[in-house]
């Protein structure tokens, strides 16, 4: 799976772009959500976990935490936006 990142997660990260490993990072479950994926995330980068905000996009929508994602999805990490 490709993640997008934007603004502050791309400094956080180093990348424009993230490869998630296989599901068995997330568990035996073939499926993953979203609130999964930001714990997993949270641990593998905590300057992500500063943030006021994280939203996740999936396919293009804005996703809860509940929402299934899978390796096809297409998904972006979105930072809190400041602007006047």
Known sequence: MTILLF???KDIVGSSTLSMPSSSEFGARSTKTVKELKEYLGKMYPELKKLSS??????????DDDTIIDNFDEIALIPPVSGG
């Open 54 to 63: 994280l939203a996740i996009a999936v396919n293009n929508s804005y996703a």
């Open 7 to 9: 603004g502050i997660t």
